[in-house]
Every structure is written in structure tokens, then in C-alpha cells.
T-cell receptor
Framework: GAGVSQSPSNKVTEKGKDVELRCDPISGHTALYWYRQSLGQGLEFLIYFQGNSAPDKSGLPSDRFSAERTGGSVSTLTIQRTQQEDSAVYLC????????????FGQGTRLTVV | GQQLNQSPQSMFIQEGEDVSMNCTSSSIFNTWLWYKQDPGEGPVLLIALYKAGELTSNGRLTAQFGITRKDSFLNISASIPSDVGIYFCAGYNQGGKLIFGQGTELSVKP
């Protein structure tokens, strides 16, 4: 497809389990972002990838959270030993590499930790 | 770190009224973006602003990039029920990190 694709769209997991969330950016987009949105809240920045540069991980809330981007395309956000407070919608966005251009969002993955 | 302060947090208006919301920052941004988010969806870009002082329209939407590069506003004229949703301002810092405001939730009464 032409847009940013995220999978799964919904994920229910038990507390303590690990989860992986996937983001397929728009083809050719070199920048990729992950955000977390809790119910009724704004977008909390998690991590930013730009080309081959070291990612900006300044938003990751704990060492249980990690992300990688393989081959400059697909990205995976991993949450280890999930907690109930991790329940949120996780949004991914991508944009072309040039600063000042628009970022396009996927539909998000709704994570529920029970 | 850099933050965007968006206001108001929520608005309840009558159909047909005009709406105004704004964002301020303690530091300079080179680009301002305004997004709208419908329930269960990802944010969708409404307007992008690239130059200080720039005033841009998109249908009933008008947005401006403040002269100081530390603020922006979004106006919606003659609101309609489908304008309901959450509006976010966003800006890129020097390193390319995209930072969002807290959002303005708009409710429109028919």
C-alpha cells in the first residue's frame, strides 16, 4: 500500500509477556518515528530513526522498551515484561529525509496488557 | 526538553461558529504542522508551515507561523459537525525530532 502500515492493529497480552509491534513506512522515507498515546492523551515521543544515523532514543520510558529499524525500512518496537501501564495506542510515522516535510502516520497498534 | 504548549485543551462550540487554537514554544521551530485525529485513527496532516510569518489556508482552515518562530495558530471558520476531533500542533526541532502539543479536543453542537 501507499501509506504507513502498522501491525497488529490490536494486541492483548498478559502482564509480564514480551510484545513486538511492527511498522512498515512509506517506501523511500528515511525518517521514522514511534509515539505512544494513552487514552485521552497527546502523543508521547518514543524514538526517532533518520537514515543511518544513531537513533534518538530520548523518549523511551524504560529499558524494557527498545526499537530497531532493519535495512532502513521496517521498524519493530519491542516491549519486554509488559506492565498494565504500557496499555496505549502505539503510533508510527514516516517522512522523506529532508527536514521540514510532512510526517505521515499509520493507524496505530492498540496494546492492552491484562 | 522542548515542549509545545497548546491551548485551549478543549472547546465546545455551536455549529457555524469560528474556532481558534494556538501553540507556543520556549524555543524556535523551523516548521509547524497542524494535525487532526479522529477516534481510532492516526493523526492526519491538515496544514504545514515553513516560513516565519507565513499564513496558509486549506478550505475553512487557516494557520499562521509566528514571526518569532515560537508560536502558531489554527483557525477553523464556520465549523461543521465533522470538524469534531482532536487537533494537534507539531514542530521539528533542529535534529529532526517531531514534537507534539497536548492537543485541543473540539466538540461541535449541531
Amino acid at each position: 500500500g501507499a501509506g504507513v502500515s502498522q501491525s497488529p492493529s490490536n494486541k492483548v497480552t498478559e502482564k509480564g509477556k514480551d510484545v513486538e509491534l511492527r511498522c512498515d513506512p512509506i517506501s523511500g522515507h528515511t525518517a521514522l518515528y514511534w509515539y505512544r498515546q494513552s487514552l485521552g492523551q497527546g502523543l508521547e515521543f518514543l524514538i526517532y530513526f533518520q537514515g543511518n544515523s544513531a537513533p534518538d532514543k530520548s523518549g523511551l520510558p524504560s529499558d524494557r522498551f527498545s526499537a530497531e529499524r532493519t535495512g532502513g525500512s521496517v521498524s519493530t518496537l519491542t516491549i519486554q515484561r509488559t506492565q498494565q501501564e504500557d496499555s496505549a495506542v502505539y503510533l508510527c510515522a514516516s517522512r522523506p529525509g529532508v527536514l521540514g516535510t510532512e510526517a505521515f502516520f499509520g493507524q496505530g497498534t492498540r496494546l492492552t496488557v491484562v | 526538553g522542548q515542549q509545545l504548549n497548546q491551548s485551549p485543551q478543549s472547546m465546545f462550540i455551536q455549529e457555524g461558529e469560528d474556532v481558534s487554537m494556538n501553540c507556543t514554544s520556549s524555543s524556535i521551530f523551523n516548521t509547524w504542522l497542524w494535525y487532526k485525529q479522529d477516534p481510532g485513527e492516526g493523526p492526519v496532516l491538515l496544514i504545514a508551515l515553513y516560513k516565519a510569518g507565513e499564513l496558509t489556508s486549506n478550505g475553512r482552515l487557516t494557520a499562521q507561523f509566528g514571526i518569532t518562530r515560537k508560536d502558531s495558530f489554527l483557525n477553523i471558520s464556520a465549523s461543521i459537525p465533522s470538524d469534531v476531533g482532536i487537533y494537534f500542533c507539531a514542530g521539528y526541532n533542529q535534529g529532526g525530532k517531531l514534537i507534539f502539543g497536548q492537543g485541543t479536543e473540539l466538540s461541535v453542537k449541531p
